[in-house]
């Protein structure tokens, strides 16, 4: 069965700082992965989307993903952290091609 | 600019009403999702339709029935609320299947907020 396992429910790093949030994924075929953020009361906006064209994805807003086929991961970096980046973020996994199967989410939450 | 329009951002029922939670798309999407987002929980998948009058069970679909008579327009029925379906509902739109450029990213609404008393 498809999955997805984000590691930490809440991050908390200083503005500035180095962003690191982790999701590790199982699945029979190569995936589909898809991070998204959402901000306080708002629906899900993405982020980037690894579709086996470039393992390195970069997205919108400085962050980037590496897909990791050895490691079965697809963590999500930005190299400075700012708090407008303070939101909760989705891993996700594309099934069969329509529903997406997504993890619990992790909350970020950076500090001055 | 593409847009999912989730008709009620909040909504407050009481226990046993019938509860109508409305979803548009303008983007000409096959399939619709609802999902159900809960703390601690992420994203649970209640229902999803890959075509006009066609639905299909999530993970979650007890208590909910959904309507799709139009293919822009996806509903969420909740036919006698109770408190345990306290929780922010989403509503999605993809394209069909996942192939060239189409990776079956979702299209996400604001969310609507029910609170069952």
């Known amino acids: 069965a498809q999955s997805v396992t984000q590691l930490g429910s809440h991050v908390s790093v200083s503005e500035g700082a180095l962003v690191l949030l982790r999701c590790n994924y199982s699945?029979?075929?190569?995936?589909?992965l898809f991070w998204y953020v959402q901000y306080p009361n708002q629906g899900l906006q993405l982020l980037l989307k690894?579709?086996?064209?470039?393992?390195l994805v970069k997205g919108i807003n400085g962050f980037e993903a590496e897909f990791k086929k050895s490691e079965t991961s697809f963590h999500l970096t930005k190299p400075s952290a700012h708090m407008s980046d303070a939101a909760e973020y989705f891993c996700a996994l594309n099934q069969a091609g329509t529903a997406l199967i997504f993890g619990k989410g992790t909350t970020l939450s950076v500090s001055s | 600019d593409v847009k999912v329009t989730q008709s009620s951002r909040y909504l407050v029922k009481r226990t046993g009403e019938k509860v109508f939670l409305e979803c548009v798309q303008d983007?000409?999407?096959?399939?619709m999702f609802w999902y159900r987002q809960d703390p601690g929980l992420g994203l649970r998948l209640i229902y999803f339709s890959y075509d006009v009058k066609m639905k299909e069970k999530g993970d979650i679909p007890e208590g909910y029935s959904v309507s799709r008579e139009k293919k822009e327009r996806f509903s969420l029925i909740l036919e006698s609320a109770s408190t345990n379906q306290t929780s922010m509902y989403l509503c999605?739109?993809?394209?069909?299947?996942?192939?060239?450029?189409?990776?079956?990213?979702?299209?996400f609404g604001e969310g609507s907020r029910l609170t069952v008393l």
């Open positions: 999605a739109s993809s394209s069909l299947g996942t192939s060239g450029a189409n990776t079956g990213e979702l299209f």
């Open positions: 699945s029979s075929v190569p995936p589909y």
């Open positions: 690894y579709t086996s064209a470039a393992t």
């Open positions: 983007m000409d999407h096959e399939n």
